[in-house]
């Protein structure tokens, strides 16, 4: 097929639309309201629904019902909007109901700013609301990866029956590129059927309930247990990475989104200058690939492990977890907007070289 | 021998937890006996609050999701948008529909989603141990009001029937109580036309129900309802704030 020139927002949104989403609940926030912009024209031209809620809490309440009613839905929203749904991510994922969530960050704390930034890496990997949950987060580093890994959101989120998180910088969101469709559209028609969601019993079959609440503590605790379980089963499933010319290198960058891609160009300039250095990307932040990570790291050859982000330094602790402490891990971002330079990243390399 | 009183099919066969003498069990059964004369029940979709009647997705006989405290209506619609030819109600107290969740049954109203919010003013919050609520009338004690309600200090009660009738969206708006078998007969009446208004998708319809609690009042079952004939209509007038039928 051939390629076309897509605006990343608009992208996302399509691509749900061609992963059998019918269903978008959302908020105007920069960067991402091109998102809702985009829904509200071609979700109802594609026989689906869009509706702009009153607040990102209504708007995920809104999936929660949806989702619990069996629709493939969606939401998205950027840091400040992503804060306000956290109470009906939790809830989600007590109540077992997929959905996907999209998260165009921008830069924090607060009100912050609308440029890009990675500061909300901490609230989607470690949960934002109450209880032990779990989300499963992607994390890609360009459009075309975006729209590659909708689809498998939808299905991953369906298959879990949990929330399945798109956690992109601004960037992403803002930026152009050309990009190809490579999956044949998904027909809602063609999705499995959900026999626990609530569409009335017609007489036929007991009430289904959607629901978070277990009263007593042993029940609760056994819920708890329960999800810890399927948790597991993700991790040992779904983790993602790449590497690029990590094998013999002298200096291993980690880094996740549009970082990766400034990490890929700081690798170039010190290989120019005769140092050898590759670049490890997770793919899924949540589950994070600690062991391939760890592996990398473990070469003989690779003498310091520098972690870019945009961010003050968040994903650097995961680093640290998957390094365990067999090489010196260093970090270098830049925060609220500001996008570190490959030089500025080729220089934290050398530095950790102790040049 | 002919039965001449039974359980509502609209209820689930189990014991509820509600307090004795509390006037939920009531409203629980007359939205259960409306949804069974309908017809609707295997049509149906609920959403519970959160409040004393959290339980109410294990009460009512029909497929049910429970909510966030507050967030019923959003949750309602993601239902509804989905499922337009289910009927959807939810219900929910006084501190989830006119505290921490107005922003949700407000826009609720606006958009004139076709529900139907079956709405429990009690004047307190009952499950958390009767804090004052914005219903609670001034001079009302709660355990967070130990001296009575400060009109000075926490503002008068909120009346949410006729704020909501101001709403073009808002189809059926109507106050009713449970305190004597004249006003649960005209309470079903209510509840059932709302819901017919639903299925004939005139959009969005609320009844609000003055309710007793007897626990938090610190009134025994008849005084409470005595209490709330005296001192809660005044402020709360019965009647229909909102009727799209009766207008031109
Ligand atoms: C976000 C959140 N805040 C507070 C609570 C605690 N809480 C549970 S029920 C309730 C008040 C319920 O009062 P009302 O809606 O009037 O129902 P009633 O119990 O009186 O029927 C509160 C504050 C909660 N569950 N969730
Ligand atoms: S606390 Fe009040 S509202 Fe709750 S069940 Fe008891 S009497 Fe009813
Ligand atoms: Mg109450």
Known sequence: ?355 | MAIVYQRSKGLADIETHYCPGCTHGIIHRLVAETLEELGVLGNTVGVAPVGCSVFAYDYFNCDMQEAAHGRAPAVATGIKRVLPDKVVFTYQGDGDLAAIGTGEITHAAMRGENITTVFVNNAIYGMTGGQMAPTTLVGQRATTAPLGRDKSHAGSPIRIAEMLATIDGAAYIERVTVTSPANVMRAKRAIKKAFELQIEGRGFTLIEVLSTCPTNWGLTPVKALEWLNENMIPVFPLGVYKDITKEA
């Open chain 1, 1 to 355: 097929m051939a390629k076309e020139l897509w605006k990343g927002n608009e992208a996302i949104a399509e691509a749900a639309i061609r992963a059998g989403c019918r269903c978008y609940f959302g908020y105007p926030i920069t960067p991402q309201s091109e998102i809702p912009e985009y829904m509200s024209l071609h979700m109802p031209k594609a026989g689906g629904i869009f509706l702009q809620s009153e607040s990102e809490i209504a708007a995920i309440n809104m999936v929660y019902g949806a989702a619990g009613a069996g629709a493939r839905v969606m939401t998205s929203s950027s840091s400040p909007g992503i804060s306000l749904k956290q109470e009906g991510i939790s809830y989600m994922c007590g109540a077992e109901l997929p959905g996907v969530i999209v998260n165009v960050m921008r830069g924090g704390p607060g009100l912050g700013t609308i440029q890009p930034a990675q500061g909300d890496y901490f609230q989607a990997t470690r949960g934002g609301g109450n209880g032990d949950y779990r989300l499963i987060v992607f994390a890609p580093a360009n459009i075309q990866e975006v729209v590659d890994l909708m689809q498998e959101a939808f299905e991953l989120a369906d298959r879990y029956r949990m929330p399945v998180m798109m956690l992109l910088d601004g960037m992403i969101g803002q930026m152009m590129e050309p990009i190809e469709w490579k999956k044949p559209p998904v027909s809602p028609d063609d999705l499995p059927k959900k026999s626990w969601a609530t569409t009335g019993t017609k007489g036929e079959r007991e009430p289904n309930i959607i629901n978070s609440l277990f009263i007593s503590p042993e029940a609760c605790n056994a819920h708890n247990h329960r999800l810890e379980d399927k948790y597991r089963r993700v991790i040992a499933n779904e983790q993602r990475y790449e590497t690029n010319d990590t094998d013999g290198a002298k200096i291993i960058f980690v880094a996740y989104g549009t970082p990766a891609r400034l990490a890929r160009a700081a690798a170039g300039i010190l290989e120019k200058e005769g140092i050898k250095a590759g670049v490890f990307r997770p793919i899924t932040v949540w589950p994070y690939p600690y062991e391939a990570l760890h592996q990398v790291a473990a070469q003989e050859s690779v003498k310091a492990v520098v972690t870019v982000e945009m961010s003050t330094g968040q994903m650097v602790d995961d680093v640290r977890i998957g390094v365990n402490g067999v090489k010196p891990v260093s970090f270098v971002g830049q925060a609220g907007g500001v996008v570190p330079t490959p030089r500025e990243v080729a220089n934290a390399a050398l530095k950790a070289l102790g040049r």
